[in-house]
């Protein structure tokens, strides 16, 4: 608590958050923040096209020491986009598309999640504005503090100060995706989302973006590859020991193949797949079967059970 205190009566951090967020209603300044707003524009396409991106044609116009000065300040911002790409690619993208988003349709589902949302729809635009922001300001307090204990050199307290803030996440998360006609209709609060998804689409055009979230589109396909395959193979478990004999003879075959293929081969993984496909294929192939022998001593016991009924009578 004496923390969080000397963190609000700090002005040195309340005054330029203040500014930031309420500095629009100081009279007489609205053009002071359009032409922030333009030098920033400007100077966030002159990073993409001159340092990071390296949009230079005519190459031959270099003089020797301009050459040298563009290469040492093209490193630090291929540094700190790779940076920030990765943190941005590593949070929205993997811990999103593989945990997070599985787990918010799975909240948004339930009945709780449905009734909240009906009261939510019927609230004043503060009243969401509010619900929306006690949270956010509670988590973005809480990932301070993480970081303070990273920095302390507390390892673990920080991490489960993080763990802890990525909980309050959801019913942000939640509000945001419910209450957001309300909260649009709020011109301060549809200013600042505006400025926020304006950084993003400006981060995300940057050649070292593109290439982490590629590198994530293949982790991802890797990661679900191997999700599918163990589902299948469980499946498959499933399948084998409802059957004594689950190998065909053309099954048997494809085996003996594989044993005597060389290993970590590319002949050795299609057979591995052809293997799986003629046992799931044959355990199938009984199953429908078993299915009209089912019928039949089905039909047979209904027509003795009719028969004793009958000689009952």
């Known amino acids: 608590m004496h923390h969080l205190i000397e963190l609000l009566t700090n002005p040195w951090i ?14 007489f300044s609205g053009w002071i923040w359009r032409e922030i707003g333009l030098k920033l524009k400007a100077f966030g396409e002159w990073l993409l ?6 949009l230079f044609d005519n190459k ?7 050459k040298v000065h563009l290469k040492l300040n ?3 911002a291929r540094i700190l986009f790779f940076t920030l790409s990765s943190v941005v690619v590593i949070f929205l993208e993997i811990f999103w598309e593989l945990g997070f988003k599985g787990i918010t349709r799975t909240i948004e589902r339930s009945r709780l999640a449905q009734w909240s949302e009906v009261q939510i729809k019927k609230m004043p635009n503060w009243a969401v504005l509010t619900l929306f922001g006690a949270p956010f300001i509670f988590m973005e307090l809480i990932g301070i503090f993480s970081l303070a204990a990273f920095v302390s050199g507390h390892f673990w307290i920080g991490l489960g100060l993080y763990l802890f803030k990525v909980l309050f996440f959801i019913p942000v998360h939640f509000v945001l995706h419910v209450g957001e006609a309300q909260l649009m209709a709020i011109p301060w609060f549809k200013r600042r989302y505006e ?8 981060f995300k055009r940057s050649q ?7 590198l994530s589109e293949t982790v991802k396909a890797h990661i679900l590859a191997v999700k599918n395959r163990f589902s299948q193979t469980v499946i498959l ?24 293929s060389p290993p970590m081969s590319k002949e050795r993984q299609i057979l591995h797949e052809k293997f799986f496909n003629c046992v799931d294929s044959h355990l199938q192939d009984k199953t429908e079967e078993e299915k009209p022998s089912n019928d039949t001593q089905n039909i047979s016991q209904q027509k003795e059970n009719y028969g004793k009924s009958k000689n009952q009578q």
């Open 14 to 27: 309340m005054t330029p958050l203040f500014i930031l967020f309420f500095g629009e209603y100081i009279p």
């Open 49 to 54: 096209s001159s340092y990071e991106n390296r």
């Open 60 to 66: 031959e116009e270099w003089v020797e020491e301009k």
């Open 74 to 76: 093209n490193i630090f």
């Open 195 to 202: 400025i926020i998804i304006a950084i993003l689409n400006w």
């Open 208 to 214: 070292t973006y593109v290439k982490v979230h590629n």
């Open 237 to 260: 478990l499933k399948k084998a020991f409802e059957h004594d004999d689950i190998l065909s003879p053309e099954c048997e075959a494809v085996r003996q193949e594989i044993r005597a």
